[in-house]
Every structure is written in structure tokens, then in C-alpha cells.
């Protein structure tokens, strides 16, 4: 069940902001609608999505730390109704996309947390280092002569889709299959989208399903040093089946590649906005570190996912029940100047660490950060070195993408000086 409430003494109609990312004013700059919620009414009903939208730092803290009263059952999922039988009977040649890593809760959430804790680890994302730069150079390496690219297509969608593809040990020729099946399984995760489409995403989705149970368990598919391979060892010693593991893989290549794509494009903006924190970050006054930490703070790719209520609570002054969904708004959080000096600014000082809480927070908390960082740390400021006078493309080259979840560029234009 879930509490709409009619007589709402906070959510007063008439001032109240409405919470609506894919409208054309907020995907051009949702952030003072944000500021509008935090301060009158943090935690907001909304109607057409039926879910309170959490927009406090304080408020979107407790919600992830306390998983025993809210589920992470269809975190990604922004509708949640019924499939139609089209799509069920695709999927039925397939297997259910739960329980995984990101929708799981307790033991389970846990079992499948450690397994993958145990393969995914520091030392292996450090050696992936001069994987990520010469692929960095190679994808530069393509465009650089052009003096003009759409930056998300030839750069910010291959990369760490690539990077993805090496840890994993698939080969290099798969990558534009991953793309597109891991883009439809999470078009058909996030639950919208007319029921045509949907019979394709999810006819995409039982073939990436297929691809990664036969890698797993075609042991000649597997490199042996991959993360597949290891995964594969530790689900034999660990009795997870090949469908639990298959799950992992496919949340580590979708959670692993849109989110970075989605950072290299908003932060590329956020620079090429801000040329006095630019130039302060090529003259070394500003870290790398700094940047990568501002630029996930001030457009959070991840903008929120979703809990479900499971037991009576109060949160921001609402009554919750059972049943209730939340959407834990990161993206807000990070502008909420209650914790935040200056939210609104764009600058390349160093924040206490823990402010910044684009990869989430508690049990479920984003294990592949490091990974990200590193992505980060070596793709932006190389476009920098090695495009001479990079700049923005005319302002209708750049589309928003139209997510509820989540923010970042579906085309990008830069410009550069050639010889
Ligand atoms: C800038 C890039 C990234 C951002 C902003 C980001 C953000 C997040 C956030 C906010 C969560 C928490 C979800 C929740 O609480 O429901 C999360 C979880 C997760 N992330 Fe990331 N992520 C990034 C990169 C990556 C990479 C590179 C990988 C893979 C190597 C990855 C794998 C995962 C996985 C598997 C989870 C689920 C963890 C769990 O539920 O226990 N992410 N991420």
C-alpha cells in the first residue's frame, strides 16, 4: 500500500516544487528545484511516479544506512508494474534479473557482495592502469586530426566500456554488442517504455544473459586471468551457481561503464564552463584528485535510485508504510549547503571526503569507485594534453540524456585547434 496524502500540511500544491528531471527546464539545470525541495519539503510525494523523492543529505544518510527498513527490492526500478505476457514469455528463455548485487538484500546481498569483494581487487584495478591510458590514446588517437568530435560516441561510451571488457576478458569485438544489450537491459530494468520496445530490450537482454552463462561456463571463452575466470573459480569453492555469477557479470558491465561514460561528459562541461578552475587544475594548483571528487559532487551521474519501505517509519516529517517507495536523490544531497560549503560552486578545492556521496553510501555502496577514479584521473585531463584549445561545440550539439536516475550527455560536441 501506499500513503498519498490529500490533507498534506507540508506538501502545499501551490508552492510546492515539482519533482519532474526529464522536463526540459530540469534537464537543463535541476538544481534549484532541488534547493526549493530540500527547503519546503524534503521528502516529496510524487504522483505520477508514486515515490517520496529524499532530497536532504541528512535524510538520504539514514535511508542507506538503515537496509533493514529500506529494501533495496527494485533499486533501479522506476515503475514497477507488471510486465506485460510479450515480454515475459522473452524473458521466460532467459532467467530473472533478480536477485542481483544492486536489488538484493540481507545474506543475499551479502553472499554476492563478498564473491565479488574477493575477485574485484585493489591490486587488479591498479594493473589496469596502462590499460586505460593506451586505450585513452588509442580512441584520441581516431579523432584528434578532425578538430571536432561528438566526445560521448568516440570516447566517453567506448572507454570504460573497454576497460569493462578487459577486466572481464571479453574479447575487444564484442564491445558494440555490449553496448547495446547492456543500454536495453537497463531501459528494461528501469521498468518504462512503450511495450513494443520493451519485447526488443528484453529479447537483447536474454542474449547478453546467454553470452555471459557461456563464457562462464566455456572455460576456453574465460582468460584465465579475467575477473569471469576467478568469478567462476570462487562460485565452485563458494557454491554460487553460474546464474548467480552470470548476474554479478552483468551488473558489473552495465553499473561499470553508463556511470563513467555519464562523468567524463558532465565533467568535461563542468570544466569548460569553469575556465579559472581549469586553468587552475593545468597549472597543478588543483589535484586530479580534487577534480574527480568536484566533478562527481556538482552532476552526480547517478542521480538517485529506490528503496522500498519495509516497516512503518518517519522520515523528514512523512509517515511511511510498508509498500512506500524512496528515491535516495544523491544528486541533491551533493548541493545541500547544509553540508556543503558553497553547493553551487564549481571549484577544485578539497571538500572533506565524506560530503561527496556520488557512489552511495552503507552495504551498497559503489564497489567499483576505484575503478571510476582511475578511469577519471587519466581520461580527462589527457583530452586536455592532447587536444590544443579544447572547447565547446555550439550548445545545440549537446543533448541531455533523459533519465530519471540519472545525468549525462547523449551527444557531446568539442572543438580543438589543428595544425
Ligand atoms: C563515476 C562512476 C560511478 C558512479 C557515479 C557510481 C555510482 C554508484 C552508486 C550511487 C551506487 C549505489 C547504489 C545503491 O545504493 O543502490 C553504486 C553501486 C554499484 N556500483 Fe557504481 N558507480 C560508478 C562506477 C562503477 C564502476 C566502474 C563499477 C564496476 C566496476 C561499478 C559497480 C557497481 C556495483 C556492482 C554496485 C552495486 C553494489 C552493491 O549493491 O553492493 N560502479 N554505484
Known sequence: ?????????????????????????????????????????????DQDLDLWVVTRHEDVVRVVHDARTFSSENAVRVATGPESDDVKQVMAEGWSLTPNLTESDGEEHTRLRVAVN??????????????????????????????????????????????????????????????????????????????????????????????????????????????????????EEHRLDTV?????VMNLIIAGHVTVTRAIGNGLVSLLEHPDQLAALRSGEASVEAMVEEILRFESPVQGLFRTVTEETELGGRQLVPGDRVMVHWGSANRDGCVIEDPDVFALRSRPGRQQMAFGRGIHACLGASLARLQ????????????????????????????????????????????
Open 1 to 45: 500500500m501506499t500513503a498519498t496524502q490529500t490533507t498534506d500540511p507540508i506538501a502545499d500544491p501551490t508552492t510546492t516544487p515539482t519533482f519532474d528531471p526529464t522536463s526540459e527546464s530540469q534537464l537543463a539545470d535541476p538544481y534549484p528545484g532541488y534547493a526549493q525541495m530540500r527547503a519546503k519539503c524534503p521528502v516529496l510525494h
Open 118 to 235: 574477493k575477485v574485484f581487487t585493489p591490486r587488479r584495478v591498479a594493473e589496469l592502469e596502462p590499460f586505460i591510458r593506451s586505450t585513452a590514446e588509442e580512441l584520441i588517437a581516431r579523432f584528434a586530426a578532425a578538430g571536432s568530435t561528438d566526445v560521448i560516441e568516440g570516447y566517453a561510451w567506448p572507454l570504460p566500456l573497454m576497460v569493462m571488457a578487459q577486466i572481464l576478458g571479453i574479447p575487444a569485438e564484442d564491445v558494440p554488442r555490449l553496448r547495446q544489450w547492456s543500454s536495453n537491459w537497463l531501459k528494461l530494468s528501469v521498468g518504462t517504455g512503450p511495450q513494443d520496445e520493451r519485447v526488443e530490450w528484453a529479447r537483447d537482454v536474454v542474449t547478453m544473459q546467454h553470452y555471459v552463462m557461456a563464457m562462464l561456463t566455456n572455460t576456453k571463452r574465460a582468460d584465465e586471468g579475467s575477473l569471469v575466470a576467478s568469478l567462476g573459480r570462487y562460485g
Open 244 to 248: 548467480e555469477l552470470m548476474r554479478i
Open 376 to 419: 577519471l584521473r587519466v581520461a580527462i585531463p589527457m583530452l586536455f594534453d592532447r587536444l590544443p584549445g579544447l572547447r565547446l561545440g555550439p550548445a545545440d550539439s549537446r543533448t541531455r540524456e533523459r533519465l530519471v536516475i540519472a545525468r549525462g550527455f547523449e551527444e557531446l560536441r568539442l572543438l580543438w585547434d589543428t595544425p
